[in-house]
C-alpha cells in the first residue's frame, strides 16, 4: 500500500474543503520554418497517439476508501486514455484570448477517477503560434519538478523531430516499490508501519519545529526578518477565491535582473520578489486599499538537489514568511528588507528541513485559508498576503520538434485566503511572470504588468543598474 505523505494527504483534504490544488505552464511555441498548414494538427495527432510507455507518475491517482482504512493511497493506472488528457482548444482572440481561456481551463478541477493531469494545445495566436497548457495536481508533483518534466520533452537542437511528449516515460525518476502485491497482511499492515515510523522519527521532528518556532519569534521581533501567524495585514487578496479566473503573464530580460542583482548585492530572485512587491504594492495604492503595515509573501524554498530530480517525486520545498517592504516608499530599502529575509530563511529551512518549516509555519497558513472559509466578520489581520515563487526552466533556447519554445509562464495554485498567486520562471534570456487570482478579486490583472515594469525600472535607478 503506497501512502500519500502528510503534506500530499492535507492538500486533498485542502481541494474537497476549498479550490483546486494544481499547478500549471503554458508554453508559446512558433512553428519551424518548414511547416506545413496542418502542422498543429499533426502535433495534436501525435500527442494523442500514445506510441510511449507513460511516466508512472501520470499513471497514478489518490484514492482512499473502506479497503484503505480511509487513508489516501496511490493507485497506477495501467492503460491510460490520452483523449481524456490530451485535448484540443482555440483561442478566439490571439494572446488576450489565450489568457481569458487558461483561466477557464484553470478554474477546473482535476478528475480524482484518474490520474490528476491535463495537457491542452491552443492554436489561433498571431503567426501561426500555438500554446501548450500543462496542468498537473500537486500531489503528483512540485512545481520544479514539474517544469523539468515538461523541459526534458525539449531539445535545444532546432532539427530533432520525433520526439516524445512530455508524458512518456523517460526513466528520469524511479518509481516507489509496489506493494500492493504482496501478501494480505504485509498489505493490511503497511498503514501501521507508515504510523510507526512517523513516531519513531516524531522526536527529532519535534524538536526542530519548537527550535524554528522558537527562532521564528526571535527573528521576527528583533531583526523583523520574517512574520508571525497574524502578523500580515488583511487584503482583498486573502478573501474568497470564487469560481472564475484571472490570468495574465509577461517577461522582463534578465540583463536588467542581474543588473540590479549585482549593483545591489543581492539574488536575482530577491530582485523579481522586488518587483512584484512595488507593483503589487502601487496597485492596492492605486485602489485606496495600501494598508500601513507591510504585506507578507510565503516563499517556498525548494530542498529538491538536481540529483535529487532523479531519485525522488512529489513535493520538496520548504516556507518562508518573507515580509515586502510595502509599509516603505523607497524600492531599495524593500528590496534589501526582501534580501535579509530570503538570506535567513534559506539556512532557517536547511538547518531545520522541509517537513519542520512547514510545520513551524502551519499557523500562518492556517490563519490564512480558514477565516474565509467561516461565517464571520472580516479580520484585520492574516498568516500571509500572496505566494511568490520562482522556478528555474531551461538556461538556452529550446524547441519541440522544430517548434521554437517562445515563452514559458507558471500558473500556480489559488484557493480561497490565497486568491492571488505569482510565479516566475528563467528561460533562456528572459524570466517570465505568471500572475493568478480569482477574477473578482482582481479584475483588471493585466494592470500588473506595466506596474511591474515600473518597479523594475524604478529599482534600476535607485541602486544605479546599467544592464550590460
Known sequence: MNLL???DTAMMAAELLASPMHVGV???????????????DDVYASALAGTQPIDWRLRRYPHRGVETAGMWVWRVLKDVD???????????????GLWRLIGELDAERLDRSRPMWMSYLIDGLADGRFAFYVKVHHTVVDGVAGLRMIAEALSADPEQRSMPPFYADRGAVAPPPDTSSGPAVTTLAAPLRWFGGTVASGAGLAESVVTGAVATVVDSLVSHVTALPFGAPYTRFNSRLG??????AGSWPRNRIQAVQQAAGVSANDVITAMVAGGVRQWLREYGELPDRSLV???????RSRGAAKQAAGNMFGLWLCPLGTDLDGPAARLQLIHRSMAAGKRWVADRGSAASLLTNAGSVAATVIPPLLPLVRPSRTGYNLPISHVPGPPDEMYFNGAHVDEIYPVSTVYDGQAFNVTTCSYADRVGFGFVAG????????KLLPLTEACLSELEVAVGACPG
Do not use: F, K, M, N
Open 243 to 248: 469560481t472564475t479566473r484571472a490570468v495574465c
Open 5 to 7: 505523505s502528510p503534506l
Open 439 to 446: 477574477a473578482d478579486v482582481i479584475p483588471d490583472i493585466e
Open 82 to 96: 490520452l483523449s481524456q488528457h490530451c485535448q484540443r482548444r482555440t483561442s478566439s482572440d490571439g494572446t488576450r
Open 297 to 303: 509573501a510565503v516563499c517556498p524554498i525548494t530542498v
Open 26 to 40: 503554458v508554453l508559446i511555441l512558433s512553428p519551424p520554418p518548414d511547416a506545413g498548414a496542418g502542422y498543429v
